[in-house]
């Protein structure tokens, strides 16, 4: 390949998707020590699974499979495939409102709470390192990095 800016952008794409995949093995690691740390012995939660437990703990209220859903951009069936889990490790339990006895709401047990907090510290170890990243950038360049992932994503 030549020095063309697409050929470029197109190597660095390869290169990131790979490192990405290699990276991923050393973020379970991490995920693994964190959660080994606080007790939890399971490293079986899936990244939907760990998000849906953060939206309850900060949404407790709202937290039913439409919420869920609509929050994490997924299906309502891939929110009950992921709860049905949740409910079985028993980290969450069902719950009707007295005045609302149709729809279903979730709240977290003891363990799941505890499960919460794992994500957050997860969730704060990647956004320092993200930031320490996107400080380098300009916020045009920002501004182009968010465009192109985002019709990245959409492909």
Same mark, same amino acid.
């Given at each position: 390949?030549?020095?063309?800016?697409?050929?470029?952008?197109? /190597? +660095? #794409?390869?290169?990131? !998707?790979?490192?990405?995949?290699?990276?991923?093995? $050393? =973020?379970?690691?991490?995920? %693994?020590? *964190?959660?080994?740390?606080?007790?939890?012995?399971?490293?079986?939660?899936?990244?939907?699974?760990?998000?849906?437990?953060?939206?309850?703990?900060?949404?407790?209220?709202?937290?039913?499979?439409?919420?869920?859903?609509?929050?994490?951009?997924?299906?309502?069936?891939?929110?009950? /495939? +992921? #709860?049905?889990?949740? !409910?079985?490790?028993?980290?969450?339990?069902?719950? $009707? =409102?007295?005045?609302?006895? %149709?729809? *279903?709401?979730?709240?977290?047990?003891?363990?799941?709470?505890?499960?919460?907090?794992?994500?957050?510290?997860?969730?704060?170890?990647?956004?320092?390192?993200?930031?320490?990243?996107?400080?380098?950038?300009?916020?045009?360049?920002?501004?182009?990095?968010?465009?192109?992932?985002?019709?990245?994503?959409?492909?």
């Amino acid at each position: 390949m030549g020095n063309h800016p697409k050929e470029k952008a197109l /190597k +660095a #794409i390869e290169y990131f !998707i790979m490192s990405r995949e290699k990276s991923n093995g $050393k =973020r379970k690691e991490a995920a %693994k020590k *964190i959660l080994d740390d606080r007790g939890i012995t399971t490293n079986k939660w899936t990244l939907t699974q760990l998000h849906i437990i953060a939206l309850i703990n900060k949404y407790p209220n709202q937290s039913n499979n439409t919420f869920l859903a609509t929050e994490l951009g997924i299906s309502k069936p891939a929110v009950s /495939k +992921a #709860i049905k889990t949740l !409910i079985a490790e028993k980290m969450i339990i069902e719950r $009707k =409102r007295e005045n609302e006895q %149709k729809a *279903i709401y979730y709240t977290l047990t003891p363990s799941g709470r505890e499960l919460s907090i794992v994500h957050d510290e997860m969730h704060q170890i990647a956004e320092a390192r993200y930031n320490q990243l996107l400080n380098q950038f300009s916020d045009q360049e920002l501004e182009v990095i968010v465009r192109f992932l985002e019709l990245l994503s959409n492909e």
